[in-house]
């Protein structure tokens, strides 16, 4: 209890250097939190928005389908199985039939996806419903996004055309109205890719009840029976690629959290230091009265705790108010984050959990015992007689 006492009065006589410490401390550790609840968020956004806008509660995938491999395309499909047709009827899940083909925008040809959905379907967030209707009955009604429209200079109302080889391989070739620009933040489902009606795609490639990926409704209680024509694909798989790429940037975000660390140790570190030279006579009466070296060591390292204590206890009562509301709020990012592939928005809002606060004060801790430790080892070889003269050794 004494050495409590002694090392709080100490750490509060300090004055300004003691709330430097402190300061330095509580802003590494609230940006800490905040660098690490916006990678989360990130995380979270990203998944939240693919699963409402393209994965559902998981999909089928016909056994052949490479959404990386477009030279699978072609015998990436299969006929809808009674099963999966009841499920799709009762609203539990939507088929999506995928080709590849050419269109020539502005006489220029480029290659693109042609993706059928039903204009009915309720499973993901897709505006579909617009290609119930058009305007010029010759052409077909289809849905592009925003990143589709610019890269091909597309607007509603327009006519593009469009070649494609069914299943006989023959070449076949139409028009197809600009409908919607739709504006999404999952790239998966808008760049280099057509919508346009499932009925309609299925005649165009003489694939009549066909799909090669059906995706499943959210709230479905259980895979429907599928046959061997088809894989299950659920979220572990369909968000692995997100989660590593996320936590691959997390890795490489480390260099700036040990300099901010870093700095802040640094400055607990040099603070150590100075107190043991400027307390020498101080460290002699100690042991002159009867404390042992390691009780000063003691001292001297529960008062860099303290400085923790402090810290966290600082960096709370600013940084709490100050995280919720940029949680609330969110951060706005540049417009060039549209070109790195992720469903990520225009605005992050950070996600804080109790564990990522708890990770980080215990770290933030335990550096501070550490720092605190190191520099008072040399109190362990010192004799009461040299210190009481001003001497470290």
Same mark, same amino acid.
């Given at each position: 209890?004494l !050495?409590?006492?002694l090392?709080f ?8 250097? !003691? ?9 590494a550790?609230? %940006?800490?939190? %905040? ?7 990130v ?21 052949? @389908?490479?959404? @990386?491999?477009?030279?699978?395309l ?15 009827m ?22 693109a996806?042609?993706?059928g ?14 290609? #119930?209707?058009?305007?010029q !009955? ?13 890269s ?14 069914n ?8 028009d ?5 620009v739709?504006?999404?933040n ?12 499932l009925?309609?795609l ?35 798989y ?22 901010l660390?870093?700095?802040?140790? %640094? ?17 002699g009466?100690?042991?002159? +009265? ?5 009780? /000063? /060591? ?24 100050? +995280?919720a509301?940029?949680?609330? #709020?969110?951060?706005?990012l ?11 928005g225009? !605005?992050? @809002?950070?996600?804080?959990?109790l564990?990522? @606060?708890a990770?980080?004060?215990?770290t933030?801790?335990?550096s ?5 430790f190191?520099p008072?080892?040399?109190i ?14």
């Amino acid at each position: 209890m004494l !050495t409590l006492k002694l090392a709080f009065r100490n750490i509060t006589h300090a004055g300004l250097r !003691t709330w430097l410490n402190v300061g330095v401390l509580s802003f590494a550790f609230v %940006l800490i939190v %905040l660098i690490e609840g916006l990678y989360d968020g990130v995380l979270q956004q990203v998944k939240d928005d693919m699963i409402d806008s393209e994965i559902g509660g998981g999909q089928l995938w016909q056994k052949e @389908y490479d959404p @990386y491999d477009p030279f699978t395309l072609e015998q990436s499909h299969a006929q809808v199985s009674a099963e999966l047709t009841q499920e799709i009827m009762k609203r539990n899940a939507t088929a999506v039939l995928i080709a590849s083909a050419a269109i020539f925008p502005r006489g220029h040809i480029q290659s693109a996806l042609l993706k059928g959905v039903d204009p009915d379907q309720k499973i993901v967030r897709l505006p579909a419903f617009v290609l #119930r209707q058009h305007r010029q !009955t010759h052409a077909i009604p289809g849905l592009i996004g925003a990143r589709m429209a610019k890269s091909t200079g597309l607007q509603i109302g327009d006519v593009v055309g469009v070649r494609w080889r069914n299943a006989h391989g023959t070449f076949d070739a139409g028009d197809i109205e600009i409908v919607q620009v739709m504006t999404t933040n999952v790239p998966s489902i808008d760049k280099d890719q057509l919508w346009i009606p499932l009925d309609t795609l299925r005649a165009m490639l003489r694939m009549p009840g066909e799909a090669t990926v059906i995706t499943l409704a959210k709230d479905i209680a259980r895979v429907p029976a599928h046959g061997p024509q088809w894989i299950v694909r659920d979220h572990a798989y369909l968000l692995k690629e997100l989660i590593e790429n996320i936590n691959k940037k997390k890795i490489s975000s480390s260099f700036m959290f040990i300099l901010l660390m870093g700095m802040a140790l %640094l400055a607990v570190f040099d603070t150590q230091v100075l107190s043991i030279f400027r307390r020498r006579k101080e460290m002699g009466t100690l042991m002159a +009265l009867g404390m042992t070296r390691w009780d /000063v /060591v003691g001292l001297f390292t529960l008062e860099g705790c303290l400085l923790g204590i402090l810290a966290f206890l600082a960096g709370s009562l600013y940084g709490i108010p100050a +995280l919720a509301y940029i949680a609330a #709020r969110g951060i706005t990012l540049p417009q060039m984050t549209s070109q790195i592939g992720w469903a990520i928005g225009s !605005t992050v @809002y950070p996600h804080y959990g109790l564990r990522l @606060y708890a990770v980080t004060s215990l770290t933030l801790f335990i550096s501070v015992i550490v720092v605190s430790f190191l520099p008072t080892r040399r109190i362990s070889k010192l004799k009461p007689t040299d210190a009481l003269r001003g001497k470290l050794s």
